[in-house]
């Protein structure tokens, strides 16, 4: 994508925007590179949704443009803007993408970068409110993406009310309890525990996986308390992360570690709001504790015709 011309903008113009972006454009900054460098500011904390984010890319084309035309403006091929629009991306868009199309947008549409990057599923981590909202929202966002990737599998779900446990490592709840048939064994009750992967200071490159596996580590270790409790009734409990890097990791630590009780470490996707991966670890004797989180079969391409969208000439639909 090209990067777009300096523009000199009155201060009126100027003052339509945030405060965080008025002192760039009054460097000359062109608003896509101001936009690219906001966006390094945010971290994912759940999949984008796709049906917000068609309808804030129709309304940042505006009514004067084709969505070709915005397309173009962007300097982006019209399939990218297509794919975003008919909710046909299979994963996260790019930051860079959502920045520029939050660049080029109608000034008159309503739409706003923090709009779009919201709808990236991407939250700001520069103020203490965000990172809070940060950290209540994550916990459903797990809960979520768990729940869709068993049903999308064919299995019943029942949600449980978390029990609190007294344990010779102190009071423990889990984050989540279900009761499925995804487990054949038992009653089919699964505990899981989220646990968030905090990145290494910056400046810190050496053994960086094994400083975010020692986040997975020390939960566990919380969780192991309770295997000690002589009314323990879980089927299976799991570790849910979504660090690949700190899920390896783990795997290396764990695949000599020999268990009676049923554990797992599950690696989730925020791109794609669903599971990646469960790493089993291993089970003493001929038992063997395996993934219910098959792969899912490739979705259908539809042929559909878009030329409504992309011709100069044809109106877009409301």
Request: charged share 30%; with cysteine.
């Amino acid at each position: 994508m090209d990067d777009q011309k300096k523009v000199a903008l009155s201060e009126e113009e100027i003052s339509r925007y945030p405060e965080n972006v008025q002192e760039a454009l009054r460097q000359g900054l062109p608003l896509n590179i101001i936009y690219r460098n906001l966006a390094t500011q945010y971290s994912r904390i759940k999949p984008p949704d796709k049906d917000l984010l068609a309808e804030y890319v129709v309304r940042a084309k505006g009514p004067e443009r084709s969505m070709r035309q915005f397309a173009e403006e962007i300097g982006v091929n019209a399939s990218t803007l297509s794919r975003i629009v008919n909710k046909k991306t299979a994963g996260a868009n790019s930051d860079s993408l959502i920045a520029d199309i939050a660049a080029h947008a109608d000034k008159n549409c309503g739409i706003t970068f923090e709009m779009l990057m919201q709808a990236h599923g991407m939250c700001s981590s520069g103020n203490m409110r965000n990172r809070l909202a940060h950290g209540t929202e994550i916990e459903s966002v797990y809960e979520d993406i768990i729940i869709k990737a068993l049903l999308n599998r064919g299995y019943s779900v029942a949600r449980l009310e978390p029990e609190y446990h007294r344990t010779i490592a102190g009071g423990f709840v889990f984050d989540m309890e279900l009761k499925t048939d995804a487990i054949p064994r038992g009653d089919g009750i699964w505990g899981f525990e989220f646990c968030r992967v905090q990145t290494p200071p910056h400046g810190v490159n050496a053994h960086i996986g094994a400083m975010k596996a020692m986040n997975v580590m020390r939960r566990l270790s919380r969780v192991a308390g309770l295997f000690a409790d002589y009314q323990y009734k879980y089927d299976r409990v799991s570790i849910v992360v979504n660090d690949s890097e700190a899920f390896c990791e783990i795997q290396k630590r764990l695949e000599q570690c020999y268990l009676k009780i049923e554990v797992t470490i599950i690696l989730i996707n925020l791109e794609t709001g669903d599971v990646d991966d469960e790493f089993m670890v291993p089970w003493i004797g001929e038992a063997k504790c395996e993934s219910v989180f098959t792969p899912l079969p490739e979705p259908e391409e539809k042929e559909t015709d878009d030329a409504a969208w992309w011709d100069d000439d044809i109106d877009d639909p409301e």
